[in-house]
């Protein structure tokens, strides 16, 4: 008989995510992972960290959901909170004396990645002086405060995070690590029940805050307000405050000049796009740590495949690791191209042009329709898809968005964009659409 436990249907899925995801990954942000509850169409699953309830959530609903349904025989939606938590779904109950509304709105103690440190971090031309930074601050020897990093998904900034977080640890700091997506769930939680306060003390004592996605922040006025006041306190107190974002403070429509004019006060480095030397030397950093050492050839064949990030490089690394230690000699350049033909295909990204003729064609619009004026329902929504494709799959500016889809500005690409992303984790209309049209652009890249 089918296990209808929400463990067991998880440890189900979780069989079938180990075969479609990186070990790493699976390693990092599943291994440790519990399923909790199973009512009505919704699982709640718990994870070790708030880092990995926005990993989660933000790259890995659309499969999960698929999986657990496929298992469950119905369809489910996936939902992650941080073990400890009060459930998503339940009132929460009085514990050691706590009232409900403190267990309820007060963040879990900060979990930091273990295998974030500065010592698995490869420092290269792109992020060399982002990691001194980041070391001086960690250290306590910095002259800058706060300490904001940017760049493009899977450039490093959070692993530099991390890696501040358990050296301010060592040292005896106190330190509170968080999300924006957690700051601003928990706030409102401490809001509705009318408790503000206990999130507040959240950061009494505080010697290092550690916020990873500001951007999260952007127009949500209230949630920025609390920052605001808690950036000033730690900042008065001689705290070290880093934050991270995904582009550079100035183009983040929706924050606020005075929150922009403290951070602007610090340090803002930027992790940029790697290079082929920094591929090359991120590339031996890594290997050099393989139980199972690569050949030159071997590394040359990777080497000689473009990557948009870390994360990629490191993706191709340990495929030809696994690829090396299933095989009884050295791996041929071709073995290697061979092992990394799925990735090959995935780090194509599509153009521009072939998304919106893919997006034209699945909502039967024109080109014309989608970046003209037209504000109907079913347009804007189409285009509205269009932008967060092309951002979810390039490293393209969101005023270049803009300018593709009729000269928009990028605070309406952003808006644009995140709409999607909430759609995308709530609304199964919106996430089957995104499943059928990320489906049509791998076969054609592959094609």
Known sequence: MRDRSPQGLWEAALGQLELQVTRPNFDTWLRNTVGLQLEGAHLVVGVP???CVEWLRSRMNVVVDRIVSRIHGAELSTAF???GAPALDATPEKSDGQSAEAVAVRPAAPEL???????????VASSRLAYRAARRAARGEASFNPLVLYGSPGLGKTHLLHAIGHEAAKAGRQIVAITGEAFVDRYSNAVRFGKPHVFRELFDGCDAL???????LASRSASQEQFFHVFNSLHSNGSLIVVTADAALDTIAGLSDRLLSRLGAGLALELSPLSPDDQRQILEHKAARLEKPLSPQALDAIARQSYRSVRALEGAINRAAAYADLSDAPLSSEDVT??????RAAEAPPTPQQILDIVCGHFDVSLGQLSGASRSREITYARHIAMYLIRHHGSHALTEIGKLLGGRDHSTVLHACRRIERENASLPQTREDIELLESTLSDRSVA
């Open 49 to 51: 960290s708030d880092f």
């Open 81 to 83: 909170q941080v073990l």
């Open 113 to 123: 990645d273990a295998r974030l440190t500065f010592q698995t971090f490869s420092p």
């Open 210 to 216: 550690l916020l990873d996605d500001l951007g999260f």
């Open 338 to 343: 061979r092992a990394l033909d799925p990735l």
